[in-house]
């Protein structure tokens, strides 16, 4: 557990290796909203358009919106409306990933059971950072980000293996964000009222 950077809005994005990759060549210069909302607008269309069918255009959304939303990875986050990032880029994923597995008939409880574990992490995480505490940097990487989940999803759109990839990615996040998430709240210290009340008992 280390202690919370300045700036939290930057560890609600949940960016992935090949998200902060990218923000490490524009070093912090590039404002992230805008380029969020270009992303938004053009995974909109592509979904539409290609409704996340492995022939159509939508497999490629990931890939637009890691382009477009990557590099403002490296950016504190300290604008006026910055705070609009991490929710827009929830619903990027959220929505990319219902429409891929709706269009590839798999089933509702099986998507839900994906969608399930990214929500426990994100909810998690804004629990952890409201305590002060921050996540291990290896969980990011771990976790795939936002851009590498889509990316997965994306792949096993364009395999043909979609139910197999939902499976296995909705049992790897599940086994790592639960494990992770018990390890770290077992390890956390215990709160003032519980400290001062074992100091009386001492």
């Known amino acids: 557990m280390t202690p919370v950077p300045s700036s ?3 560890a609600y994005r949940d960016d992935g290796p090949l998200s902060r990759a990218m923000g490490l060549l524009v070093a912090g210069q590039l404002p992230p909203l805008p380029p969020v909302l270009a992303g938004t607008f053009v995974t909109g269309v592509l979904l539409v ?3 996340a069918g492995s022939d159509g255009l939508a497999v490629f959304a990931p890939a637009v919106t890691l382009l477009l939303a990557g590099p403002g990875s490296s950016h504190p986050h300290d604008g006026r409306v910055d705070w609009l990032v991490p929710p827009i880029l929830r619903l990027i994923e959220y929505t990319f990933i219902a429409s891929c597995g709706f269009a590839h008939e798999i089933h509702p409880v099986l998507i839900f059971l994906l ?4 929500g426990f992490h994100h909810y998690d995480l804004v629990y952890r950072l ?8 290896w969980l990011a990487t771990l976790g795939l980000g936002w851009d590498g989940r889509m990316m997965v999803v994306s792949l096993a ?5 979609v139910t197999g ?4 990615l909705a049992i790897y996040l599940w086994g790592l964000f639960g494990w992770e998430s018990l390890t770290c709240w077992l390890a956390a210290p215990r709160s003032g009222v519980e400290a001062a009340d074992m100091g009386t008992q001492d």
């Open 157 to 161: 759109a364009l395999s043909g293996w």
């Open 165 to 168: 990839g939902y499976v296995v």
């Open 115 to 118: 969608i399930g574990a990214l």
């Open 8 to 10: 939290t809005v930057v």
């Open 49 to 51: 358009l290609g409704v």
């Open 130 to 137: 409201r305590q002060h505490v921050y996540p291990p940097p």
